[in-house]
């Protein structure tokens, strides 16, 4: 065993060039992944190249190496009866295939996906201003006419007409810009939205309008749980200030896979429900000290470098519960890579100018409550099938998913 615990650390670092045995059941294709012949070796890594290559074949032999830590057969329900001993090579769900699920999972959402747009109405006129990340198009055919489709603003119950419209790319913001002007049957009072970018972006997408009339402004959030809203123009209560922005963050906080995952990884690293209590204390405490002191820096962080920072922190979790399973002070990594996610709202607060009070504390309460459901679940699993290895299938699959969506990201 202890053998292949070392073995499991060297297959961190790239071998030498040459054909490398594929541990465990042979792999499907797969895009992201190296694809071994019919021996089982490792001929050569498809579709990525270079350095990205020799460490995605590193991290499948890792995988390789964890999976054969699993035990060969768990008794059946019946000690006592040799017949009723199964083997978990054919009981359990196949490693390869839950690891390529978790390989092409990346592809659902961005960490960091909004846009944002700007409506003046001037009496019956208006003119709107979308400015969308050309990476959140990149796959979308005509988004000089999709775009504009999937928003729709109305009055009085008719919808505006479009006039005329424009689109082109700003290379300058890596932004793709769209101006259209609208008519209105009347003067508007009051300004219904109806906005469904998700449904062309990704699924977490977020749009934020803002609208002036007159002296009059207002803006409102859009999400895939959100699609439509009613501007009225006058000043929000504090409490419907209070609940919006909490709603906000903790829709944030939600609102993609890389989050749901990595507050899942927080929980696996946590060996008693004291060490889970600190490491879910420290995340918030350095998530919160993110977003209040990254304001007073000139430093404005990409949201590249937000995604893949991100993608890492699930992947460093992952290590520790596989090959550093005794290791201290755990707490003081939870904290350091829970400002690392505070990027994210830093990013999120600098585009809405939401007060970070509000956002924060919903996102937090968000957060503390996911943790203790994923607690209560992975309890009850880690019970019933000890003998399956819960624990380190999860990181593995952890790992290659937060090394996938570090490559993609790097790439683009």
């Not at 292949?4 to 490398?20: D, H, K, V």
């Not at 978990?88 to 909004?114: I, K």
């Not at 890596?174 to 009072?189: G, I, L, Q």
């Not at 000043?235 to 890389?258: D, K």
Request: aromatic share 8%.
């Amino acid at each position: 065993m202890n053998a292949r615990l070392r073995g499991g650390a060297q297959a961190l670092l790239p071998l030498p060039p040459g054909p490398t045995r594929c541990s465990g059941a042979m792999w499907r294709r797969h895009s992201c992944l190296p694809r071994p012949d019919s021996s089982g070796r490792f001929s050569g890594v498809h579709s990525v190249a270079g350095s990205e290559g020799a460490f995605v074949s590193a991290v499948s032999r890792l995988i390789g190496t964890l999976w054969d830590l699993l035990p060969t057969n768990i008794p059946g329900p019946s000690a006592r009866n040799a017949s009723t001993r199964v083997s978990t090579r054919q009981a359990r769900v196949p490693a390869p295939q839950l690891f390529l699920l978790l390989c092409a999972s990346p592809a659902w959402a961005h960490v960091v996906s909004m846009s944002s747009g700007d409506l003046t109405i001037t009496q019956t006129r208006a003119h709107y201003e979308l400015r969308m990340p050309q990476y959140e198009i990149a796959h979308v055919s005509s988004p000089e006419r999709v775009l504009l489709e999937h928003i729709r603003f109305s009055s009085g119950g008719r919808d505006a007409r479009l006039l005329s419209q424009t689109c082109a790319p700003d290379s300058a913001r890596v932004t793709y810009v769209c101006e259209a002007d609208y008519e209105f049957s009347a003067p508007v009072e009051h300004l219904d939205v109806e906005c469904t970018f998700p449904a062309v972006t990704v699924p977490n997408h977020v749009h934020q309008l803002r609208v002036v009339m007159g002296a009059k402004r207002d803006q409102a959030l859009f999400d895939i749980s959100f699609p439509r809203a009613t501007l009225r123009f006058r000043p929000p209560t504090p409490l419907e200030t209070a609940i919006e922005e909490s709603g906000a963050g903790c829709m944030r906080a939600l609102g993609g896979a890389v989050q749901i995952l990595f507050l899942a990884a927080l929980v696996l690293a946590a060996r008693s429900l004291r060490e889970l209590l600190a490491l879910t204390g420290m995340f918030l405490a350095g998530q919160i000290a993110s977003v209040l002191v990254v304001p007073y820096t000139a430093w404005l962080p990409a949201p590249r470098f937000v995604e893949a920072a991100a993608a890492l922190t699930i992947a460093y979790l992952a290590v520790e519960i596989l090959l550093l399973p005794q290791a201290g002070s755990r707490w003081l990594v939870a904290g350091a890579l829970g400002a690392f996610h505070g990027l994210y709202f830093h990013l999120f607060l600098q585009t809405t100018g939401y007060h970070p009070s509000f956002v924060l504390a919903g996102a937090a309460l968000a957060e503390m409550a996911i943790i203790a459901v994923l607690a209560l679940i992975f309890s009850r699993v880690g019970r019933m099938a000890r003998a399956l290895r819960p624990l380190q299938v999860s990181a593995s699959g952890l790992l290659v998913f937060g090394m996938t969506w570090f490559i993609l990201r790097l790439r683009g």
